[in-house]
């Protein structure tokens, strides 16, 4: 069938996941069971150590940044199967579905299916593509049972994490080893997951090294369907990977991990033809593979202070229709946290970023002039936070400088403040500058977007790249209020200001002649640092745990964004940058525990429309009801999308034609042993 993915590359796969599957059985007569998950109350919540928004543990409610933490809990009650659909109840995050694996994320606007403004991490590993400016987010497939948390910082971080996290941070943290010892053994089945499955060995290797080992397989049909016809997206994929975690001594640990994958989906795409039919319409066939690896040493000294020393190494590649990507990408970070007395600490540190590209393209869509492009990233930072009165005022200042061979030198200071006017009521504010280099699809990407019967023959629409750029630069101001007045009920609020100059966006170049055949005239649409805007919004996050067995959550955010362009260009591509964001975000939660054993949660969320795509606001309701009929045993099931509204999520000819989102239905069971 046309929309079935290729299978060729599933022998091996299928293979090393049914090893996977007799090497459970052989070891479940000495696993451990896997330790209980607890509910948290919005007090407990406040007191959850997070790393992501100063680079050393911190309490979420000593924190002056937009923070909010996806928990275990979180993760057990939703109805959601994957990272993305996870991230849909976070307040200023804009997650849409594109079509069956490909998703568009972004904080705080500028969304599109490669965002290069919004740091993702895995363990505090880069995820980022080495050739699109953005993440791959269907090759993020990790097992949702051995997510720890999620932290989501919104807002500039390009201090402690460099250029791409100029408008937010998602870093997803997985669980120690230790924490996972034990055998665990799901299958799911479902009308759009035709089939999926997870086997996963924890165990210990001598008195301090624990380990686990886990492979993970779905098989996904059609999301959607595409002018009235089941869409050609469906995917298959074959993930696994294993985490390593020692104590060295009683002052050093050590953490390796690492991640294989291999996959393959349709794509409904519209091509550029230089000859009639000038825009065809064909099913491509994409595939996915590629490997990573990380470590990272932690040594505490008697003094308090911690050194961590983190490197990584990932390969990836993607060969589809008419263009083949492989690419690398290796980063080597050290850190340094010291405390100065009871009152202050620094926190400081070095990284080298290494990424580079192979493309080959024959065909005349897409390619890159060089084919092999290279980004070198050297980046220092230092951050000071001092405490005053008993630790209720927080001062923060922090400066982080980079340079790169795409754009040279590059500094991004920071102040934040924080004041705890009593135990229930907490204000701060933020002052940033961020910067975000240009990509290779930014400088050295030529694409053809259109071509089409003219006066003189044929005439082509190319977006072009501009090796001369300047970085895209942000100066963001937020204010933020928390209160909390007991321990049942918590409330966040995080508004912001950020104002943007130097941002890329194409405009008219001179058109010219090329050689064929056919001979064609090019009208080049040249990317230029001729944008510039404000945004402002505001986010609020609220949780209600009126007794323990319930649990009720709400996420709004609203925004409001003014661009303008320096230079007339085809259309307004300034305002429909603009106009690409939903202006309002709804998204309620609740979860109660009907019985000891028994669970039901649903999440409701409300999209407005997006202006620049013609797209309607849209509602979705999600539900799902989980069983533990007995300790080692746990039966899901859920729906998305449960009014069966189809709707349209995202546009973006990037990611090919998009499909029409409608109901999904699926039944999980889970063996712990």
Known sequence: MANQPKLGIWRPCIWGLRTLSVLVLVTCSHAQDQTDLTQLSPEQLSRIEVTSAS??????????????????QDIRDSAATNIP????????????????????ISSRGFNGFFQDSLLVLIDGRSVFDPLFAGV?????????ENIERIEIIRGPGAVLWGSNA?????????????????????????????????????????????????????????????????????????????????NLSSQSTLMLEGQGFNGASGVDTIGVSYL???????????????ENIMVRLVHQSLDSSVTTLQTSFSHVNHPETGLDVTGNVAIMTLQHEHPLGDHQSLVAGVEYDFKKAMTSSPGNIVWWQPGDPTTKIASAFVQDEILFFHGDVRLTAGLGVENSNVSGFDAHPNLRALWKITHMHTVWAAFSNASMIPGPDDTDLHVNLAAFPGASG??????????????????????????QPDKKLSLDLATFLNRYTKMIEPEIGQPFFEDGPPSRLVLPMINENDVRGNTMGGELAAKWSPMPMVHFALAYSFIEMKMSQAVNTFGD????????????????????????????????????RRVAQDLPGYTTADTALAWKPSRPWELKTGVLNLFDKKHIEFIDSQAGESSMIGRSVYGKATWRF
């Not at 659909?85 to 568009?104: C, F, H, K, N, Y």
């Not at 690409?580 to 407005?608: A, C, G, M, W, Y």
């Open 55 to 72: 680079k050393k543990e911190q309490k979420l409610g000593d924190t002056a940044a937009a923070v909010y933490v996806i928990t275990q």
């Open 136 to 144: 791959m987010w269907d090759e993020q497939d990790i097992p949702l």
């Open 85 to 104: 659909e996870l991230l849909q109840m976070v307040p200023g995050l804009d997650v849409a579905r594109i079509s069956g694996s490909r998703w568009a």
């Open 573 to 608: 591509p300034a305002a429909e940058l603009a106009d690409l964001t939903p202006r309002h975000k709804l998204t309620v939660n609740s979860s109660t525990n009907l019985t000891h054993n028994i669970s039901f949660s649903q999440q409701v969320s409300f999209v407005d």
């Open 276 to 290: 009639p039919p000038f825009a065809p319409e064909y099913v491509d066939h994409v595939s996915q593979q590629g």
């Open 458 to 483: 044929t005439q082509v629409l190319r977006l072009v790249g501009n090796p001369n750029l300047d970085p895209e630069y942000l100066r963001g101001f937020e204010v933020g209020y928390r209160f």
């Open 166 to 246: 100029s408008n937010g941070i998602i870093n997803i943290i997985t669980k120690r080893a230790q924490d996972t010892q034990g055998t665990l053994v799901s299958s799911q089945m479902g009308d759009q997951t035709r089939s999926a499955g997870t086997a996963q060995i924890g165990d210990k290797l001598g008195k301090g090294t624990s380990y686990r080992v886990y492979s993970k397989y779905y098989d996904d049909g059609p999301a959607g369907t595409l002018d009235g016809e089941l869409a050609h997206d469906s995917s298959r994929f074959l993930s696994g990977g294993f985490r390593l975690d020692s």
